[in-house]
Every structure is written in structure tokens, then in C-alpha cells.
């Protein structure tokens, strides 16, 4: 059975510092990566992809994959209160559209 | 661009009803998966439409099925509700083609079943 193990929290920051943010999967097939954010009340919210390993940056978001470890992170560089939430891994397989999810850790920045 | 549409947002069954929950996708999107949330089994998938073919499906009973329509736009029906099916309903569309398209989620649906 396919399995994405997250660390459910919550994990406590404080304001301007880096959070980070790690997943891990079972599954070998694995060929894409996904970070969603869910603020509590609300629906997911893709805030990054990857699929190869090393580093992709997007504004103060970096997601770093390490296939060999099967291993996925998030960072969160100058954390904000409103980047409070809980940040959910999520990975496919090849040919399959399935997302199968972590059960999320949730993020507390303290202002 | 609208994103991703689900109708409608809340609703409260009885056990043994039937409930249809509709979603749009992205314009432009081909695919749609359909998603259940609860507290205790955090998201699971349940089936995936593809040119209004069921492509992928999930480990959950036949009680549960969809289809797709034309316009890309799905539905998802759940028969003999019980007291367990009471959970958020998510929606996500991509554009299709490749797996690893990113999904992207309606607001969902939240069913309470009594």
C-alpha cells in the first residue's frame, strides 16, 4: 500500500523565521511531487510541484525532492501569521491522476 | 479564469438517501478527480474522469460512482447514504493528457448525513 508519512504538528515557528516542512513516501513509482496548502474551514491549495530531484524555488516557497531517500520538503523562507495552516504532501505515479496524501502537518507562526 | 466549481456546498442527508454533487472544472481542464476528506482518513481518492471515461478509481464501494459529461463538467452519486459517507467532497481538475498535470480543487462540498 502506498504510504506518505508526514509529522502531523504542529510545528511552531516564530514570525520571519524559516519552516520546514518534510514528507516521506513508499512508494518507488512515485514520479510527481505536490504541496498543497488547507487553511481550516477551506478546500487545498497547490502552492508548488516538483518532479526531478534537487531544488525549485518559487518566491519564498522551496520545494526539494530526493528521489534515492524518497524523500520531499517545503520551505517557507520569512514566515508570515497567515502561512499558518496545514501543508499537505501529495505524490502520483506514473500514468495515474490518483493524488495519494500525507495526512498533513499543520503550521503555527507566531507573530 | 473561474476555477473550479462545486454545487452544492453543503448539504444534510438522511441515512439511506441518495445525494448527487456536481462539479465544473477549470476551462480548458479534461480531467477530474473526485476526492473524500474526514477527519479520521484524512484525503482519499475516489475516481478520476478523462474524456468521460472513468480512468482511475479508488478503494471505496460501488455505492459510490460518477461520470463526465461532454463539456467536461462531472457528477458524483453516493446511494444508500450512511452515517460514515458524512464528509467533505472534493472536487480537482487538470488540464490532463500527462499524470503529473497538477490538480487543482473546488471549495468542495460538505455532506452531513443524519
Keep these: ?111 | 479564469k473561474a476555477g473550479v466549481t462545486q454545487t452544492p456546498r453543503y448539504l444534510i442527508k438522511t441515512r439511506g438517501q441518495q445525494v448527487t454533487l456536481s462539479c465544473s472544472p477549470i476551462s480548458g481542464h479534461r480531467s477530474v478527480s473526485w476526492y473524500q476528506q474526514t477527519p479520521g482518513q484524512g484525503l482519499q481518492f475516489l475516481f478520476e474522469y478523462f474524456s468521460e471515461t472513468q480512468r482511475n478509481k479508488g478503494n471505496f464501494p460501488g455505492r459510490f460512482s460518477g461520470r463526465q459529461f461532454s463539456n467536461s463538467r462531472s457528477e458524483m452519486n453516493v446511494s444508500t447514504l450512511e452515517l460514515g459517507d458524512s464528509a467533505l467532497y472534493l472536487c480537482a481538475s487538470s488540464l490532463g493528457g500527462r499524470s503529473n498535470q497538477p490538480q487543482h480543487f473546488g471549495d468542495g462540498t460538505r455532506l452531513s448525513i443524519l
Design chain 1, 1 to 111: 500500500q502506498k504510504e506518505v508519512e508526514q509529522n502531523s504538528g504542529p510545528l511552531s515557528v516564530p514570525e520571519g523565521a524559516i519552516a520546514s516542512l518534510n514528507c516521506t513516501y513508499s512508494d518507488r513509482g512515485s514520479q510527481s511531487f505536490f504541496w498543497y496548502r488547507q487553511y481550516s474551514g477551506k478546500s487545498p491549495e497547490l502552492i508548488m510541484f516538483i518532479y526531478s530531484n534537487g531544488d525549485k524555488e518559487d518566491g519564498r516557497f522551496t520545494a526539494q525532492l530526493n528521489k534515492a531517500s524518497q524523500y520531499v520538503s517545503l520551505l517557507i523562507r520569512d514566515s508570515q501569521p497567515s502561512d499558518s495552516a496545514t501543508y499537505l504532501c501529495a505524490t502520483t505515479d506514473t500514468g495515474r491522476r490518483a493524488l495519494t496524501f500525507g495526512s498533513g502537518t499543520r503550521l503555527q507562526v507566531q507573530p
